[in-house]
């Protein structure tokens, strides 16, 4: 089994950046399919980012495709979501999630193990 961190969350204007990172401990990371999810307030979960074991193939909502850029460095058990060009509707608590596919998916059941969520708030 995997645990997940997420951190880097925070307060934010309308085009601003951040750089979400979850770190995993408990197994081998390489062996993990990862992915990025939020959740707005009084909106169900959606799907933001999804990356493969090796890191060389990524998947996009639409909404957040040519502005997040999902990464992960296995030598550090670590998973990234850079943030860009921030909008007030990205504001959400943000999810990472691990499964023992290699093939990214942005169907959250897929996924069976989950971080805490850290929170993203982007003021206009």
């Known amino acids: 089994q995997v645990q997940l961190v997420e951190s880097g969350g925070g307060l934010v204007q309308a085009g601003a950046s951040l750089r979400l990172t979850c770190a995993a401990s408990?197994?081998?990371?390489?062996?993990?399919?990862m992915g990025w999810f939020r959740q707005a307030p009084g909106k169900q979960r959606e799907f933001v980012a999804a990356i493969n074991w090796g890191g060389t193939t990524t998947v996009y909502a639409d909404s957040v495709k040519g502005r997040f850029t999902a990464s992960r460095d296995n030598a550090k058990n670590t998973m990234y979501l850079q943030m860009n060009s921030l909008k007030p509707e990205d504001t959400a608590v943000y999810y990472c999630?691990?499964?023992?596919?290699?093939?990214?998916?942005?169907?959250?059941?897929?996924?069976?193990?989950w971080g805490q969520g850290t929170q993203v708030t982007v003021s206009s």
């Open positions: 999630a691990a499964r023992v596919f290699n093939w990214p998916s942005g169907r959250e059941n897929d996924y069976p193990y």
């Open positions: 408990g197994r081998t990371f390489s062996n993990y399919g």
